[in-house]
């Protein structure tokens, strides 16, 4: 801002001829190494990391820069998390909750996650946090009863994401496919997401169960994949 002044009152002086000789000082900056952070993903979102230097090519005002030092390291991500409570689950409960601590096992100090469930309608279990074992514990409570928000449920979850602390982040979906009870549409979800440009990872869970009633079978033949 002190410049754009200053250089506003420098055309002012110049169109009414009171600009007065004054020395014009130069100020040089050299760079002898200057760091390009990059991050790597295919069409589906996935990152790629198995990467070496000699894939990379850097340009500076159209002339290729030579790379004298290439690393990689983990940056710190944010992750919603959402498991599927709706009664559809009770069978596959298991199997989900023990999907996700899979998961949270990989993360690390500086990684957070918030957790949301699936049920009637989209429920907030727990917020950002980078306490893996606080979100285990709500896993270890939890019931499997309702109907089936799902798409409610994520898009919840993309517009809660937005407060993350991290720049990458990303939705990791544990559910059975089924929904019943969204007011919004998967075009609706397919759209926000685009938008959003945010991963959305999914873990199909169906146990097939003779016991299953009718209406449940006929449910998990829905193709709802992102």
Not at 3 to 17: N, P, R
Not at 59 to 77: G, K, L, N
Not at 84 to 95: C, E, I, K, Q, V
Not at 151 to 160: C, E
Request: aromatic share 8%.
């Amino acid at each position: 801002m002190r410049l754009c002044l200053w250089f506003v009152g420098f055309l002012s002086q110049l169109a009414g001829g009171h600009l007065s000789a004054q020395p014009v000082k130069t100020i040089r900056a050299d760079a002898d190494l200057v760091l390009v952070n990059a991050v790597v993903a295919d069409r589906k979102g996935t990152p790629v990391t198995a990467l070496e230097a000699g894939q990379f090519t850097v340009f500076e005002d159209h002339v290729q820069q030579a790379i004298v030092s290439f690393s990689r390291e983990e940056a710190p991500c944010s992750v919603g998390v959402i498991v599927d409570l709706s009664g559809s689950m009770r069978r596959n409960l298991p199997a989900a909750t023990a999907a996700i601590r899979e998961f949270l096992t990989a993360f690390n100090p500086q990684d957070e996650a918030f957790l949301m469930a699936v049920s009637s309608q989209p429920e907030s279990l727990f917020d950002f946090t980078s306490d893996t074992g606080t979100l285990q514990n709500h896993l270890n409570m939890a019931e499997a009863e309702g109907n089936t928000a799902l798409i409610d449920t994520i898009l919840l979850a993309l517009h809660r994401i937005r407060t993350a602390h991290n720049a990458r982040r990303a939705l990791f979906v544990v559910s059975d496919g089924m929904d019943n009870h969204s007011r919004f549409s998967k075009a609706e979800l397919f759209r926000a997401i685009q938008e959003q440009e945010v991963p959305v990872y999914t873990v199909g869970i169906a146990i097939r169960s003779p016991g299953k009633r009718a209406m449940e079978l006929a449910e998990e033949s829905v193709d709802w994949r992102l």
